[in-house]
């Protein structure tokens, strides 16, 4: 016995700490790999930048997933040492793969609308796209992380049945009170899609 902890719990340690280092190692050169050179040879060989700009956005969260599912797979390891924290790492581990869906889906969405704006929206011969395209993304990325906190929230017990009623009480009662600037908002909506 060495600090309280047995041959075999000593040896769980080392292998778990092992595993984790060799796991994020290997996790992110393959990663670099496929989507460093092998992505970049297949990208170069289309016409659109589209595929470049998905493969940027997703190589960040790719990482930082290979390095949350090994800490996780090293604590199931050391089960011995963090049993009483066991409720504890998985809201943290939940919370963690969250964040990480939610910076990859972020970054993709965003990715993708100035994307749009540059390569698409600039071709075309009306303004009309480079006026909305700004828009739907800020309101994409609002409802993204709208969902994120309420998903949050229901894995912590909190009751969001009651929150999200209040939200589109809310929205009701705003949309209710700027009725005619909304009108004048969708109006110059419906002029701009008609050009």
């Known amino acids: 016995m060495f600090l309280g ?14 595993f984790f280092i060799g796991a994020v190692v290997i996790g992110f050169v393959l990663i670099s790999i496929f989507l460093g050179r092998l992505g970049r040879r ?3 060989q289309t016409q659109t930048g589209l595929d470049d700009v998905v493969i940027d956005a997703i190589r960040p969260p790719l990482y930082w997933l290979v390095f949350v599912i090994a800490l996780r797979v090293a604590t199931n390891r050391v089960d011995f040492l963090v049993a ?19 910076v990859f889906i972020w970054r993709l969405i965003s ?4 994307w749009y704006g ?3 929206a600039a071709q075309t011969e009306t303004r009309i796209d480079e006026q909305v395209v700004p828009f739907l993304r800020r309101v994409t990325l609002i409802a993204l992380t709208v969902i ?3 998903i949050l929230l229901d894995h912590f017990g909190i009751n969001v049945s009651a929150l999200v009623t209040t939200l589109g009480i809310a929205s009701l009662a705003i949309a ?8 004048d908002t969708i109006s110059g ?3 701009m899609a008609d050009r």
Not at 11 to 16: G, K, Q, R
Not at 176 to 183: G, I, K, P, V
């Open 176 to 183: 209710l009170a700027a009725q005619e600037t909304l009108s």
């Open 189 to 191: 909506f419906v002029i």
């Open 148 to 150: 994120a906190v309420i």
């Open 42 to 44: 297949l990208t170069q």
């Open 111 to 114: 990715s993708l609308f100035i």
């Open 118 to 120: 540059k390569e698409i």
């Open 84 to 102: 009483q924290w066991s409720t504890q790492l998985d809201n943290t581990f939940f919370v963690l793969y969250l964040s990480i869906a939610f």
């Open 5 to 18: 902890l047995s041959t075999v719990e000593w040896t769980d340690l080392a292998i778990a700490v092992l």
